[in-house]
T-cell receptor
Framework: GQNIDQPTEMTATEGAIVQINCTYQ??????LFWYQQHAGEAPTFLSY??LDGLEEKGRFSSFLSRSKGYSYLLLKELQMKDSASYLC??????????WGAGTKLIIKP | ETGVTQTPRHLVMGMTNKKSLKCEQH?????MYWYKQSAKKPLELMFV???????ENNSVPSRFSPECPNSSHLFLHLHTLQPEDSALYLC??????????????FGPGTRLTVT
């Protein structure tokens, strides 16, 4: 079966760095997405990785290792507004997104 | 604002009611999706439309009936629902399907409660 695993919840301190991991097993691979979802709001796109390596976008970076079935989202200089759920999703061979259950990130002052 | 709107934002309905959820996208996209989001569970893809043709139906019960009259509008018709159908229903759109970097844009969702 297809499976995406990510931690249920993480806590970090304002100004610090946090890494949210995602491991996957899917039938085929056409890219990995990270989305941010604030409570009661729509998920919004953060990043897309299809090749191995690190993609940096401001305070957020996303890493992919296809051979390991592994990705992480790195958030630097954490701000209170970064408190949200972070969703990992993999596009399979049928170009369907397979979603993880999300990681709820709690930022403390 | 993501360019995808959904109405209503909240809906409470009895198990014998019939209601419809509406989604509209203002992005010129060709693909639209319905997802179900339950607490602490992954997003569940329900239906996919590309150029108004349904391309995917992930074994969704017949009490959920989608309709896509044009590429900008998507409906989800609901009838004789069960309490376990209570969830957040999200609509999304993308430029197309069949290409990996087609990110999806989501609406704010309809919070559905079935009593």
């Amino acid at each position: 079966g297809q499976n995406i695993d990510q931690p249920t919840e993480m806590t970090a301190t304002e100004g610090a760095i946090v890494q949210i991991n995602c491991t996957y097993q899917t039938s085929g691979f056409n890219g990995l997405f990270w989305y941010q979802q604030h409570a009661g709001e729509a998920p919004t796109f953060l990043s897309y990785n299809v090749l191995d390596g690190l993609e940096e976008k401001g305070r957020f970076s996303s890493f992919l290792s296809r051979s390991k079935g592994y990705s992480y989202l790195l958030l630097k200089e954490l701000q209170m507004k970064d408190s949200a759920s972070y969703l990992c999703a993999v596009m399979d061979s049928n170009y369907q997104l397979i979603w993880g259950a999300g990681t709820k990130l709690i930022i403390k002052p | 604002e993501t360019g995808v709107t959904q109405t209503p934002r909240h809906l409470v309905m009895g198990m014998t009611n019939k209601k419809s959820l509406k989604c509209e996208q203002h992005l010129g996209h060709n693909a639209m999706y319905w997802y179900k989001q339950s607490a602490k569970k992954p997003l569940e893809l329900m239906f996919v439309y590309s150029l108004e043709e349904r391309v995917e139906n992930n074994s969704v019960p017949s009490r959920f009936s989608p309709e896509c009259p044009n590429s900008s509008h998507l409906f989800l018709h609901l009838h004789t629902l069960q309490p376990e159908d209570s969830a957040l229903y999200l609509c999304a759109s993308s430029q197309g399907i069949g290409q990996g970097d087609y990110e999806q844009y989501f609406g704010p969702g309809t919070r559905l409660t079935v009593t």
